[in-house]
Each structure stands twice: as C-alpha cells, then as structure tokens.
C-alpha cells in the first residue's frame, strides 16, 4: 500500500551568526480567526418607517376626538399669574405648583402687587418648590421690568418673553398658546419623550423636536396640539413603563418596545 505522504512543513528561515532563529511563516485564509462567513452578506440596520400624512392626521383626529377642549394643568387667573407659575414650575411638577401659587396670587395677581410683596415674602409662600429662592428673585425681577417696560402686561411678543428673567423658549411658548392662542408647542421632557419614542417629530434637543412637530402638525390641530402631546406623555406615555394596552395611537406609533 502507498505511503500517505504528510505536507512538510515550511523551513524555518536561516539565522545570521549571532541572532536567533526566525520561525517558519504560516500560512492562514484571509478570513481565518475573523468570524465571517465570506459569502456573508452584511446586514443593514432597518430605519424606522416615516409617519404618512394620513397618519399623522389620524393621530390628532383621535386626540381631539377623545378631548376637543384640552387644557392645561396650571392654576391661574390672568396672563400674568400665568406667566408666573410657568416659571416656577420649571424643574418642578405643575400638582406642586399649584399648591403653592393660590396663596401667592391671592397676595398679588399683579406685578405691581407682586413688588410691593416683596421677595422675602414672595420666597416664603413658595419655599415648597424647587429652586424657590432663584425663582422668587426671578418673580420680583420680572415683575418690575413688566412695569417699568411693558405697562403692567404680559407682552405677546416671543422676544419680550424671552428677555424677563426666568423666561424660556419653551415658557413663553406656553404663554403665547395659552394666554393669547398662538399655535406654539411647548416642548418639555413629556413632548420630548412622545415626539422621539414615536417617531412623530424625532430630535436631539427640545428645539429640534419642536421645529419637527411644527412641520408635520396639521395646521387645524396645532392651537391644541401642545396640550394633546403633554397630556398624552404624562398620562399614557409615561417615561419608566408607558401604558401602551390604553394608548390611542398604539397602532400607528413606531416605537418596537410597546408593552403590549
């Protein structure tokens, strides 16, 4: 029987006097150790599919459908106490809020009442929220530059608000819709979240998903379309686990981790 030959090995390369023998080369696949199948082919991650404009029509159908008349959750009396309690619900919650404003507003529901209050005593009646010492000098501030520059009113102009101490983008987008029905969205950390889990109006930032829900929402829902959305974040589409089995866009929305 013929003696099976077995391939040699490779000779190791010879040394130079005074050096250490080199190890033969060995020769490997181009794909050895890489854990690829070379006739692989390489998977693309799959993008999120587009809201239509049928869709997003249907969304807001529902929403208003389900509360024509939305509102929003802050106590007050007037545009000023408005404006008023939209700063001090920053980095707070609005049921903390409007425990503490009645007593406030029942003091002074002006900014001249406001400054004759003082911020000693404007600091006292709202100690319960967060940041109540900035926010009470905030309050004073304010106050004073709306009667030294405004009359006593609550200037409906985005620029005005924005330069009173306190005061935001997304506060005086909730100003602006609320006390003079300009079709502003406010974006805050419930909008935020609704407009990037469903994909309606992705973003990095609060602006960007504003700029996106001011594109895609239809004109007739857009007066109400903040209070739709914030309402929706914080009673159905909440951060830890989002009540997806009562949902009314469950269907329609994007997100691949719906609890049902």
Not at 66 to 72: C, K, T, V
Not at 105 to 125: C, I, N, Q, S, W
Not at 217 to 225: D, L, R, S
């Amino acid at each position: 029987m013929a003696k099976i030959m077995k391939p040699r090995r490779p000779a190791a390369v010879p040394a130079k006097p005074g050096s250490r023998a080199r190890p033969a080369p060995v020769t490997r696949s181009p794909n050895a150790g890489s854990g690829r199948n070379p006739k692989a082919k390489t998977k693309t991650k799959s993008k999120t599919k587009p809201w239509t404009a049928a869709e997003i029509e249907e969304v807001f159908r529902r929403f208003r459908a389900a509360n024509p008349e939305p509102r929003g959750e802050l106590v007050h009396i007037n545009p000023y106490t408005l404006l008023v309690a939209v700063v001090l619900s920053a980095q707070a919650t609005d049921a903390g809020v409007n425990k503490a404003t009645p007593a406030l507003f029942a003091a002074a529901d002006t900014p001249e009442k406001m400054v004759a209050l003082g911020e000693a005593r404007v600091r006292d009646l709202i100690k319960t929220i967060g940041l109540y010492r900035t926010k009470a000098r905030n309050v004073i501030r304010l106050s004073e530059i709306l009667v030294a520059e405004h009359g006593g009113m609550v200037p409906p102009l985005r620029e005005a608000l924005e330069a009173l101490p306190g005061v935001g983008r997304k506060t005086a987008n909730v100003v602006l819709n609320i006390a003079f029905g300009e079709p502003t969205i406010a974006v805050d950390t419930h909008i935020f979240r609704v407009g990037n889990r469903t994909a309606l109006a992705p973003g990095k930032t609060p602006f960007e998903v504003e700029m996106n829900l001011e594109k895609v929402v239809p004109a007739p829902y857009k007066p109400h379309a903040h209070h739709w959305l914030i309402l929706h974040g914080r009673y159905t589409c909440v951060a830890r686990r989002p009540l997806c089995e009562t949902c009314l866009i469950n269907d329609l929305c994007r997100w691949p981790e719906k609890t049902v």
